[in-house]
């Protein structure tokens, strides 16, 4: 499995940005594919996460309301739409995939690369 993420930036705060993570190799649709980010000097944190053919989803709370986590079947391809950003929401931001929900690290097997994620206040 491999996975590229794409789309992070520089934004004021209150803007908007649409991150991608394209996946090759195994994966299903009842794959579970999750974003995580890690802000400088910090642990890497659970932000949301889908899976099942249903598009089920889960958010963490201070994405809740901001954020939409969705998925392209088809192209193995995750997305995660960001909307009123905040200067602490400036992290590197990462996919991964895995056989069931959580919000361990450990508990994914494969990862991107990230992308980062700035924003100005």
């Known amino acids: 499995v491999q996975l590229a993420e794409s789309g992070g930036g520089l934004v004021q705060a209150g803007g908007s940005l649409r991150l991608s993570c394209a996946g090759s190799?195994?994966?299903?649709?009842?794959?579970?594919m999750v974003w995580f980010r890690q802000a400088p000097g910090q642990e890497r944190e659970f932000v949301a996460g889908?899976?099942?053919?249903?598009?089920?989803?889960h958010y963490t709370n201070s994405a809740k309301g901001r954020f939409t986590v969705s998925r392209d079947n088809a192209e193995n391809t995750l997305y995660l739409e960001m909307n009123n950003l905040k200067p602490e929401d400036t992290a590197v931001y990462l996919c991964?995939?895995?056989?069931?929900?959580?919000?361990?690290?450990?508990?994914?097997?494969?990862w991107g690369q990230g992308t980062q994620v700035t924003v100005s206040s």
């Open positions: 889908t899976w099942g053919r249903g598009g089920v989803t």
């Open positions: 991964a995939v895995g056989p069931h929900l959580s919000v361990r690290v450990d508990d994914y097997d494969y």
């Open positions: 190799g195994r994966i299903f649709s009842h794959t579970v």
